[in-house]
């Protein structure tokens, strides 16, 4: 008996794993919007913000600050807001390097 419900389970799990692939779209270059550009000069500060928390990000010292600015703005080179993109990227760069500048303060001593 336990041998026929195993196999009647094995044969309801492999037709529902062939009908869980009938609903998806197929993928077409066409369907797939163009990259909006976004100026050269939001460009090269995204480029340099991205150097930036990667440096700071392999000595472990990344403020999460600049990591979520860094996201914004390469959400907003996907859309194409180069204003964003400066601001955002600007802000990133800025907490990497505070977060390197962190590195040099004195450590705190408490008594002798």
Same mark, same amino acid.
């Given at each position: 008996?336990? /041998?026929?419900?195993? =196999? ?16 998806? /779209? %197929?993928?077409?270059?066409?369907? +797939? %919007? $163009? /990259?909006?550009?976004?100026? !050269?000069? *939001?460009?090269? !500060?995204? $480029? *340099?913000? #991205?150097?930036?928390?990667? +440096? =700071? /990000? ?13 996201? &914004?703005?390469?959400?907003? &080179? @996907?859309? @194409? ?13 800025? #907490? ?9 303060? %004195?450590?705190?001593?408490? @008594?002798?």
């Amino acid at each position: 008996m336990s /041998k026929v419900l195993l =196999v009647l389970t094995s044969v309801a799990l492999l037709a529902l794993s062939g009908c869980a692939d009938m609903n998806a /779209k %197929p993928s077409s270059s066409e369907s +797939t %919007p $163009a /990259k909006a550009a976004i100026s !050269a000069e *939001a460009q090269a !500060a995204l $480029a *340099a913000a #991205q150097a930036d928390v990667k +440096t =700071v /990000k392999a000595r472990n010292d990344l403020w999460t600050t600049a990591e979520s600015a860094l996201k &914004a703005a390469e959400a907003a &080179a @996907g859309k @194409g807001d180069s204003a964003t993109v400066l601001k955002e990227a600007k802000r990133a760069s800025d #907490q990497a390097q505070k977060g390197m500048a962190q590195l040099n303060y %004195p450590m705190l001593k408490i @008594g002798d």
